[in-house]
């Protein structure tokens, strides 16, 4: 509990900000009292909550140039937020900070069809440019399942995926230039309207930095034409062996497909009775492989992966045959995350990556650790790019199901990092990971991330205490794990309040 003294001095900073933000922000738009500021305590990870000192809501760069630039002279951190749909906790507030929220930088600045781009501001929902260049019979690639809540600020921020990452890339891969903000205020752009530019390529640096290097202020992507045709091949399978001997077959015959998705039994009926797309209620595996191109190739590749399907024992195999289908098909793999909502009263949605090669090995001990645990798993995933989404049901209001669940989580992500994979693939680390990062990294890699931490933020005051672990809690992670397991392989968790990690 905080003294009262503190209490009085956080009040007192949080009226002095306050004046001075409203001394050229819109008041209405600087939040602080307590319930206004709830909304903002975390972001989509609900688990892991904070009330910020203020909340603002600027409407240009020059307002958020002003914020930065008073809480750097006055020593306080700063965490950036766009839509809140973040799985990291990345986006959660810090007690002694400010929220700087980019909700109303929501503009589609301009759609250039001669370069292929669209320049657009941090706000603008993901499928918001697509559906700006859809006159013109452009799209933008990547789509997470969030995209239409999701804006690109915050996909710049974790360098997002999607169901078609697998042939079109991640956030990072359709890029043409970021412009942002340093901690100091100082505007900068990297990248321009070329593919490519000279020198160090920081704009991949900054992309998936979550918030720790700077506050993006303007976005120019890549926009892809529509292809003459894309057809989705829906395959269930009896196990989840064979489900994921298919993925690497399909990749194996020279097929890049489009997208590549895998869920399990309880994610398969959790998306039916949501979306009612038609998934086979009986397979206990089932694979959505998209492929699209000249109306030639899609023939070519769906006869192809229909083939690899029923050779591999597909106990169903249907194909989509126009254009709703193909879109109903997809949106009970989009809408998995919240169907599984219905069937458990609360779930926790991991992210790690691991080789297409691991796919049956990892799921098998999951299944495993499922049952040791006494919790269940909906998986829902990028088959086709290993990115894991193992969904964790649980319910918070059963004594200590929460923490069981956090360390069956962290469990998940050590066996990722075991097999030759990572800990994120595009949710970050946040706050949520910050155990794992020593599984991962060697102190010596840990601080060099720390020194470009300062490069860009000397006085770490952006998004502090998320991203990177101090080199402090991550000898006492190593310390506990070694007298708590000496022979295991897999580092287990230390602590069940994740709260306690911070730096």
């Given at each position: ?59 240009t760069v020059a307002q958020a140039q002003k914020v930065l630039k008073i809480c ?346 075991e097999v030759g994979g990572c800990i994120t693939g595009e949710h970050g680390v ?42 402090r809690s991550c000898q006492e992670y190593r310390s506990l794990n070694m007298n ?20």
């Amino acid at each position: 509990m905080e003294s009262i003294a503190i209490q009085e001095s956080r009040s007192s900073i949080r009226r002095r900000l306050a004046k001075q933000f409203s001394a050229f922000i819109d008041p209405h738009f600087v939040v602080s009292d307590q319930e206004t500021l709830r909304p903002y305590e975390c972001d989509g990870l609900s688990a892991y909550c904070e009330e910020a000192l203020l909340v603002v809501l600027p409407d240009t760069v020059a307002q958020a140039q002003k914020v930065l630039k008073i809480c750097h002279r006055e020593g306080v951190p700063v965490v950036a937020r766009g839509a809140g749909t973040g799985l990291s906790a990345g986006a959660m507030p810090h007690a002694e900070g400010v929220v700087l929220s980019m909700a109303k930088f929501n503009r589609v600045l301009e759609i250039d069809i001669a370069a292929r781009a669209a320049r657009v501001q941090p706000g603008v929902r993901n499928i918001a440019i697509s559906e700006a260049a859809a006159e013109f019979g452009f799209y933008y690639a990547p789509d997470p399942s969030s995209q239409i809540a999701c804006t690109i600020g915050g996909n710049v921020a974790e360098n997002s995926g999607g169901v078609h990452c697998l042939k079109y890339g991640l956030t990072v891969h359709n890029l043409l230039s970021i412009q942002f903000l340093t901690m100091e205020g100082e505007l900068i752009t990297l990248g321009g309207e070329a593919l490519d530019s000279y020198g160090m390529d920081l704009m991949a640096l900054l992309t998936g930095s979550e918030g720790l290097l700077g506050l993006v202020t303007e976005v120019r992507v890549k926009l892809l034409p529509k292809p003459e045709r894309a057809q989705v091949v829906m395959a269930g399978f009896a196990t989840v062996s064979e489900a994921g001997d298919a993925v690497g077959k399909i990749i194996a015959e020279g097929i890049i497909p489009a997208g590549l998705e895998m869920m399990d039994s309880f994610a398969i009926q959790a998306a039916e009775d949501f979306a009612r797309a038609g998934y086979p209620l009986d397979a206990k595996a089932l694979l959505l492989c998209e492929v699209d191109g000249t109306h030639e190739e899609v023939d070519e590749h769906v006869a192809t992966v229909v083939t690899i399907f029923k050779n591999l024992g597909a106990t169903s195999v249907r194909v989509s045959q126009n254009e709703d289908e193909r879109a109903r098909l997809w949106a009970g793999r989009k809408s998995a995350f919240p169907a599984v909502g219905r069937i458990s009263p609360d779930y926790y949605c991991m992210d790690g990556t691991i080789p297409r090669s691991q796919l049956t090995r990892v799921l098998l001990a999951m299944e495993e650790m499922s049952e040791h645990y006494n919790l269940r798993v909906a998986n829902v995933f990028h088959a086709g790019d290993g990115n894991l989404h193992p969904l964790i049901l649980f319910d918070a209001n059963v004594p200590g199901e929460l923490e069981r669940t956090e360390e069956f989580g962290g469990k998940i992500l050590e066996l990722c990092v075991e097999v030759g994979g990572c800990i994120t693939g595009e949710h970050g680390v946040g706050y949520e990971k910050l155990r794992q990062m020593p599984a991962q990294f060697t102190d010596a890699e840990l601080e060099q991330f720390h020194r470009v931490k300062r490069a860009f933020d000397a006085k770490t005051l952006l998004n502090p205490g998320k991203g990177i672990p101090t080199l402090r809690s991550c000898q006492e992670y190593r310390s506990l794990n070694m007298n708590l397991m000496p022979n295991a392989q897999v580092a287990s968790q230390p602590e069940n309040n994740l709260r306690e990690a911070r730096g």
